[in-house]
């Protein structure tokens, strides 16, 4: 894929102006590409340089399901919030500071499961304490995999939790399913998004990237 080359994205919805396109090398890859992408005279043109990002420690998954390390591929929006263990960086987004007691419930037998949770308890099954998640979650956008506006309500054990967040390890690392990158790459890309265009996230193997 040549990154100062336009390319097509069809299945977006008419109205994203911005699009995030996270491409590797087949299903069982664990690196990967991420590239920005704005609307410019209907066509999306490349917006900054390539960034190495890292996926699930099982590469991608047509059919994610609940606790399995694959990123589920296919077109998602940006959650309406970001969050973060630290300060906003400056996103245009409203920003949640997490806390103690700040979890993202992956329980699928909660009716607040793949949603964000105050609770002095844990919520159960893989359930994330959000504010332990150092440095993953020093900020994070959440991708909406299983969740409105993708579908109405999240559906049991089809997975939680997927988010655009920061390495857990200098070079990079394997994720549960997320989608990771260095600090530098994830605050510009994240100061980037703007609501008001938008963006979309779309997940894919480089080799099927024409599908979307």
Do not use: K
């Amino acid at each position: 894929m040549n990154p100062t080359t336009p390319i097509q994205l069809t299945t977006l919805p008419p109205h994203a102006r911005q699009a995030v396109v996270v491409t590797g090398d087949g299903y069982r890859t664990t690196h990967a590409t991420l590239r920005a992408y704005a609307m410019v005279d209907d066509r999306w043109h490349p917006a900054g340089p390539p960034r190495p990002a890292r996926i699930g420690a099982d590469g991608f998954s047509d059919h994610h399901v609940e606790g399995v390390p694959t990123t589920p591929t296919g077109v998602y929006a940006i959650g309406p919030t970001m969050y973060g263990i630290a300060a906003d960086p400056g996103v245009r987004y409203p920003y949640h500071r997490v806390a103690v007691d700040d979890w993202w419930n992956a329980n699928p037998s909660s009716p607040h499961y793949n949603g964000f949770q105050r609770s002095a308890t844990n919520p159960g099954g893989h359930s994330e304490a959000l504010w332990r998640e150092d440095p993953a979650y020093t900020h994070f956008a959440v991708i909406s995999y299983n969740m409105p506006p993708t579908v109405a309500t999240p559906v049991p054990d089809a997975g939680s939790g997927i988010f655009l967040h920061e390495f857990t390890e200098p070079d990079g690392n394997a994720t549960a399913g997320c989608v990771s990158l260095s600090h530098e790459h994830l605050v510009e890309v994240l100061t980037w998004l703007d609501p008001d265009a938008a963006p979309h996230v779309v997940l894919t193997p480089v080799q099927h990237l024409d599908r979307y």
